[in-house]
């Protein structure tokens, strides 16, 4: 399987997993396998709204062969008000600052404006739905417009560019930790809650947290990479950190899928929609290999 495949199927597997757990208290469960129901009440297999966006934003780019805000937001609103890029054709999750930026959208701001501004708006809803661009850029500065779509203060943006060059690095082949350093080191003066990252193979599960912080999920996401040896281990490792189940497994299980490789079958085979994604997947890909070979000359 491709590397786009394997992220963006990592992200939704990952996703799926942590659906039923989503809010629960740490080491009150024990997860293990791919089920249903639970917090949202949803069969297994049903991803909620990080692989929304996700592919509500790769769909937006292999269509219009670029990177368009004003579209990618058009994309959210008919998630949003349509449910589009559902899982089975209903919305169940949305975060409070994503759901205000595409009203914002509606109501006649430009993508640009929309995002929310202030410290207290730093959630993990850009973080979340960012991986696609590890494919298409490591600009800074797009990186961060688009996570203003929604979430447009620093600390939001800063997670997002480390991630999405995190990703990079994978590709490229690096190990996780030498892809987080040099990450950090791409990253024009992160603030300086980032600065832990730079030991974070070094920290403890106990000190890791997994509630919806953006810089939470994103050292707890690459806590789960450093610390296992295949996509399984680091997703259910994500899972029960408890807390935003969902979307810590989804953003580690990005990362997992570049790095493992190793989705497990049975996973993948009970994802709703798996044929669309892997249809998505795998235009997108070409999108991406034809930019590649245009600007190679």
């Not at 298409?136 to 961060?144: L, M, N, Q, Y």
């Not at 680091?234 to 950190?241: E, S």
């Amino acid at each position: 399987m491709s590397k786009i495949y394997n992220a963006i199927m990592g992200l939704a597997v990952g996703d799926a997993l942590g659906v039923p757990y989503e809010f629960r208290q740490r080491d009150s469960f024990r997860a293990e396998s791919m089920i249903g129901f639970g917090t949202h009440n949803q069969p297994a297999g049903t991803w909620s709204d990080d692989t929304s966006l996700t592919l509500a934003t790769m769909e937006s780019m292999t269509r219009r062969q670029e990177l368009d805000l004003w579209d990618i937001m058009e994309n959210f609103s008919g998630w949003l008000f349509g449910n589009k890029f559902t899982a089975r054709g209903e919305l169940f999750d949305v975060g409070t600052v994503t759901r205000e930026a595409i009203v914002n959208f509606n109501e006649g701001y430009p993508p640009d404006k929309c995002g929310a501004r202030g410290y207290f708006d730093n959630g993990n809803g850009s973080l979340m739905r960012i991986l696609p661009l590890a494919f298409f850029t490591d600009h800074g500065k797009v990186i961060r417009a688009v996570s203003g779509l929604t979430h447009a203060h620093r600390i939001a943006q800063t997670a997002c560019e480390i991630y999405v060059k995190t990703a990079r690095e994978l590709i490229r082949g690096k190990d996780i930790l030498s892809a987080v350093n040099t990450a950090l080191d791409r990253t024009n003066n992160p603030p300086k809650i980032f600065q832990r990252l730079r030991g974070i193979d070094k920290l403890k599960r106990e000190n890791v947290k997994s509630g919806g912080y953006v810089a939470d999920t994103l050292e707890a996401a690459l806590w789960c990479v450093i610390n296992s040896e295949s996509y399984s281990e680091c997703v259910l490792a994500a899972v029960n950190l408890g807390g935003d189940t969902d979307t810590t497994a989804a953003v580690a299980g990005g990362l997992a899928g570049i790095c493992f490789g190793d989705i497990p079958d049975k996973w993948a085979a009970q994802l709703a929609r798996k044929d669309y994604i892997n249809k998505l997947c795998v235009d997108f890909e070409r999108f991406i290999r034809e930019k590649s070979e245009v600007e190679s000359g």
